[in-house]
């Protein structure tokens, strides 16, 4: 648990600083053609965002988990059903790419086009949950 406000501020920062990483590491991947790898940081991405929002509103250490619409609720968020269909797509960015009986098949469907779709909106969303943090 957050002691104070310095530490709240240093983790908020921390799980900012790590979610630019994160999203220039998704765009390089894209650049290289790595698009399954690409999308499943554009899920880390969206989830230290969702944990610097969580730190941010709450003073508290950030929770243990991965799926992005239980973070967004922790966050105090008001999703509209759009967003949390999209949290909940992203999220499977995290799973389907870890295990491979899934690859094969995930690295026909995200291609180009298809990722680059889904980062945009990635993107977008990471930017709206960002703005909570101002």
């Keep these: ?25 998704a765009t390089s991947l894209f650049e290289k053609q790595r698009y399954m790898h690409a999308l499943f940081f554009g899920h880390l991405y969206l989830e230290a965002l969702l944990k610097a929002l969580i730190v941010h509103r709450t003073q508290k250490d950030a929770p243990f988990g991965h799926k992005l619409y239980t973070l967004a609720l922790k966050a105090g968020l008001k999703l509209t059903d759009e967003q949390h269909d999209l949290l909940t797509r992203f999220t499977a960015y995290n799973i389907t790419t870890r295990y491979p009986d899934q690859r094969l098949l995930l690295y026909k469907r995200f ?20 703005s909570h943090l101002k």
């Excluded at 709240?8 to 994160?22: P, R």
């Excluded at 291609?111 to 960002?130: C, H, N, P, S, V």
């Design 1 to 25: 648990m957050a002691e104070n406000r310095a530490d709240v501020s240093t983790q908020i920062k921390y799980w900012k600083t790590l979610a630019a990483d994160n999203w220039r590491t």
């Design 111 to 130: 291609d180009r086009e298809f990722t680059q779709i889904e980062l945009k909106q990635i993107r977008r969303m990471g930017k709206w949950i960002a």
